[in-house]
């Protein structure tokens, strides 16, 4: 069973900072690309920001330059580094990985529940 657990979320005025955690655990054998996506209420489910497990980072437009994306093979977790946070980043924040679990050999894709991000003006 494999799992990913966001954290870091809240309230934050803007202009301030957050860093949003994403670990994976379970029965894992390798982790392909992870990545942040994020919903904000009537809206789609958009990409922000994505990390190949070679280090290669692809970023919204809306979010290049404030925010970054990292990740820690050892500890199978991806970071979301947010500065200079505006209120139309507020949204709930999913984690999302291509996982290849022991019990397989093609990667399938895996979410977290999510974490709430709220920017006040």
């Known amino acids: 069973q494999v799992q990913l657990v966001e954290s870091g979320g809240g309230l934050v005025q803007a202009g301030g900072s957050l860093r949003l955690s994403c670990v994976a655990s379970?029965?894992?054998?390798?982790?392909?690309?992870t990545g942040w996506y994020r919903e904000a209420p009537g809206n789609q489910r958009e990409l922000v920001a994505t990390i190949t497990s070679g280090g290669s980072t692809k970023y919204a437009d809306s979010v290049m330059g404030r925010f970054t994306i990292a990740r820690d093979n050892a500890r199978n977790t991806v970071y979301l580094q947010m500065n200079n946070l505006k209120p139309e980043d507020t949204a709930v924040y999913y984690c999302?990985?291509?996982?290849?679990?022991?019990?397989?050999?093609?990667?399938?894709?895996?979410w977290g529940q999510g974490t709430q991000v709220t920017v006040s003006s």
């Open positions: 379970g029965s894992i054998r390798s982790i392909h690309t």
């Open positions: 999302n990985a291509d996982i290849v679990p022991h019990s397989g050999w093609h990667p399938a894709g895996y």
